[in-house]
């Protein structure tokens, strides 16, 4: 009787994840993404990255500080949160207004929430929608991709003095001789000049765009990584582009000369990016098996709807946001058959 | 060949859907022969180690008592009674500690040394002769309860009930539960008498078929007992894909004849009747003789023992000594009864093999959990659980409202009652939320509500 006894309830084993490994994984995927940005864009994605990256980071540990409890920056969502809002960012993008997109992120988007686990929407594109509202302006002026001077010198607007404009950017294009470059991303030429840009470019990424979206082809890599990990639920990233690449089929169909390929639907813009790591967002999506496709198909069928009707060219942070706001009610709604279920109202009846 | 048989019933639904797939860690035990043991100097027997009504003891302190002589008799139907286990004599009848904390009445049996132990009680019957029901009376008699570990008593089962009638009697070959293989050693060495149980099974339910189902990582206990059917023959063995839980009878029923058991119901209401291996083996054993359970295998496994092995005990071994035979030194924290997924920690190391315990196992440092994986976080959504529960429960939800101590939504809406505590969901959380042990306790409160209220 007095052997030290140390009771305990089953199950005694545990699977090999946990919270931190998995997004500790997450970061690590995200990081050909960002290298290749950096390759794309030089050093103003650089230093645009490491500033969300370092402030969504601090306003983390400095916000857990500040409520007397212990810091939760080990778990590494607060890095992902960084590294996402980052890549979604312009590369001119002045470095004082991505510390404020990063503290709105994860100061409103998540602490306000209750912290990780807690919140309705994706931190990084509360930050983003921040952003859009906030700094219409920079957030649409874009840069050429590959500019040949980008590793010798930052883009002139990314050291803006805080709450200060930034800088007309034409004279450092003109400087540079970069010709042909009209500002617009492939999807902006899409809607508003009815411009194609060749899927392969799009699919390799050497266009204009966000800091990390461009290459669809990478991000799907590096998704597909993680699916086999088993820490992204890849049924969300098929729902998201087949119900996108449907319904832009049916546009399409009807007229080819106004409305985009569906090849081009899924490989423009933030869908690739915003289908893989953030629809998958594992706190604001749905759990149920039918839920996630449901999910899915939402931000698929939204994001399409705002591209080719909205005011916006791009509708993928939206569709998202919209999405998580409703994943609690798709929850709800979808709860699973359970085995051996027998129908409860029948009974009643009866 | 078969692997391709593997496959197709994995893609033609041989299986049932989620559910976990645990490191087996079979490896220590399942090559080791069943090796009988010498009998330890004393026997600790509980009057209650079967679900039911406990014993009434035959015999008073001090009386001498024979190997295979009924000791204790059962209490009503759902009973049953018990056998002495080894020769020797009665030296108390007293409360002693059960491996799950209460203390329970027991019978103390010192064991004659040097005795040959044979067993002298029995007599041949002619099974035939009998009618279902006089079986079902041999059945109770012979002390037979469930050994896979619930040690629900075996007749009760084979009494169904009105209105319903069996087709199919399934054996539970699988032991899906990591670290054990006693059914897998039983299959392999005593096939003979396990067909020969699962006939009599039939016979009883008056089944016309019966399948014996095992997974695909013990094939030599499929060609064992394919060797001793006969050609055409109505009981058939089928190995399913190996997963956790595949052992629970809801999911072998589903994996192989396809049968879904409604919630709240038992396997009878879909003509099923499930029994375990063990169990079937023993009653092929000891039902031509009309002999009473007085031993079992158990696996005594892991990476804490120095002599892993399947080893055959008499009922009543004290867990101390069983261990120290296999070369156990370290802290008794590490010790489970049974299988690490569903098997309990044992309140004391005095506390006996009973006749639901067909394993020991003891877990290292390194096995159990490390400190920073049971590192807790608040729940992700991220929906590992409910693509782990094989019962297609909503553990997520369950767990929310259980951490808010809303036990009787969880019943109501989100059908806590069909959780059969398995693990899976617990298994899996990479926030280290302990979801099942959430499930026990709410469970528990709900029927403590339901008795006040009633």
């Known amino acids: ?350 | 060949m078969h692997l391709s048989a593997f496959n197709l019933s994995q893609f033609f639904g041989g299986t049932f859907s989620h559910g976990i797939h645990p490191a087996e860690n079979k490896h220590f035990t399942e090559a080791k022969p069943i090796e009988r043991l010498p009998f330890p100097a004393q026997l600790v027997l509980p009057l209650s180690m079967h679900a039911g009504k406990p014993s009434v003891p035959l015999v008073r302190k001090g009386q001498e008592v024979v190997r295979g002589e009924p000791i204790a008799r059962a209490d009503g139907f759902v009973s049953v009674p018990l056998h002495a286990p080894a020769t020797g004599v009665i030296s108390d009848i007293r409360l002693m500690p059960s491996a799950r904390g209460p203390r329970v009445m027991s019978l103390i049996l010192d064991v004659y040394p040097g005795d040959p132990q044979e067993v002298l009680y029995g007599a041949p019957v002619e099974l035939d002769a009998l009618s279902p029901k006089e079986i079902v009376q041999a059945v109770q008699d012979t002390g037979l309860v469930g050994l896979g570990g619930a040690a629900f008593p075996t007749h009760v089962k084979l009494t169904v009930p009105e209105g319903c009638s069996i087709d199919t009697v399934l054996i539970n070959g699988c032991e899906c539960e990591p670290f054990l293989t006693t059914d897998h050693r039983l299959m392999v060495e005593q096939a003979a008498d396990l067909v020969k149980g699962t006939r009599i099974l039939m016979r009883v339910l008056g089944a016309k078929r019966a399948v014996i189902g095992t997974e695909t990582n013990k094939m030599d206990a499929v060609a064992a007992i394919q060797n001793v059917l006969l050609p055409n023959d109505t009981v058939s063995v089928k190995a399913v894909p190996t997963k956790y839980p595949q052992g629970a009878e809801k999911m072998l029923a589903k994996a192989l004849v396809g049968r879904e058991i409604p919630s709240g119901t038992f396997p009878s209401a879909v003509g099923l009747g499930v029994f375990n291996v063990a169990t079937t083996t023993q009653m092929g054993q000891l039902m031509p003789m009309q002999r009473g359970v007085i031993e079992r295998v158990v696996t005594v496994t892991g990476p804490g023992v120095k002599r892993p092995g399947n080893y055959i005990v008499p009922i009543g071994t004290p867990i101390r000594w069983l261990l120290n035979r296999c070369g156990f030194d370290g802290p008794a924290g590490h010790l489970i009864m049974g299988g690490p997924m569903m098997g309990g920690t044992v309140s004391s190391l005095d506390t006996p093999i009973t006749k639901g315990c067909g394993g020991l196992l003891v877990l290292t440092e390194h096995q159990l959990t490390s400190e920073e994986q049971m590192k807790r976080y608040p729940c992700i959504s991220c929906g590992a659980c409910v693509d782990a529960c094989p019962m297609h429960l909503n553990p997520c939800e369950l767990g929310r409202l259980a951490y808010k101590g809303q036990y009787e939504p969880m019943a109501e809406r989100y059908h806590l009652n069909d959780c059969f505590e398995c693990g899976s969901c617990s298994y899996v959380c990479p926030a280290a939320i302990p979801l099942v042990q959430y499930f026990r306790i709410a469970k528990s409160s709900n029927r403590e509500k339901v008795a006040k209220a009633s």
């Not at chain 1, 004082?96 to 309705?120: E, P, Q």
């Not at chain 1, 929407?121 to 980008?150: D, E, K």
């Not at chain 1, 994001?303 to 060219?313: H, P, Q, Y």
């Open chain 1, 1 to 350: 009787m007095s052997d030290p006894v140390h009771l305990k309830t089953s199950p005694h084993l545990r699977g090999a994840h946990s919270v931190d490994k998995i997004m500790r994984h997450v970061v690590y995927a995200l990081m050909p993404i960002c290298l290749f940005s950096i390759v794309q864009f030089g050093l103003s994605a650089l230093v645009l990255i490491l500033t969300c990256t370092a402030v969504c980071v601090g306003t983390e540990h400095f916000a857990c500080r500040l409520n007397g409890r212990p810091t939760t920056v080990g778990d590494w969502s607060a890095a992902i949160t960084g590294v996402l809002l980052g890549l979604i960012l312009p590369p001119s993008f002045p470095l004082w207004m991505a510390a404020v997109a990063s503290v709105v992120s994860i100061g409103i988007g998540k602490l306000f929430f209750g912290g990780l686990g807690f919140n309705v929407f994706n931190p990084a594109l509360v930050g983003r929608a921040f952003a859009q509202a906030a700094f219409t302006v920079p957030i649409t002026t874009w840069t050429p991709a590959m500019a040949h001077a980008r590793f010798k010198e930052f883009i002139p607007s990314t050291f803006t003095f805080p709450f200060a404009a930034p800088p007309d950017l034409r004279p450092w294009m003109e400087r540079l001789q970069i010709d042909g470059f009209t500002g617009a991303t492939p999807l902006a030429l899409m809607k508003f000049d009815y411009v194609d840009t060749e899927s392969a470019k799009l699919f390799v990424g050497t266009v204009a765009g966000s800091a990390g979206e461009t290459s669809s082809m990478l991000i799907l890599l590096c998704g597909l990584y993680l699916a086999y990990r088993k820490m992204l639920n890849w049924k969300i990233v098929a729902s998201v582009l087949a119900s996108a690449a449907v319904f832009s089929w049916i546009f399409w169909v009807k007229d080819p000369s106004v409305y985009p390929t569906p090849l081009f639907t899924l490989t423009s813009g933030g869908l690739m990016i915003g289908a893989v790591f953030m629809a998958t967002d594992m706190v604001s999506s749905p759990v149920t098996p039918l839920g996630v496709v449901i999910y899915g198909s939402i931000i698929g069928v939204v994001t399409v709807m705002i591209r080719l009707f909205g005011g916006l060219n791009e509708g993928v942070m939206y569709a998202i946001l919209l999405a998580n706001a409703a994943t609690p009610l798709i929850n709800n709604l979808t709860q699973p058959r359970i085995y051996g279920a027998v129908r409860r109202k029948k009974e009643v009846k009866a």
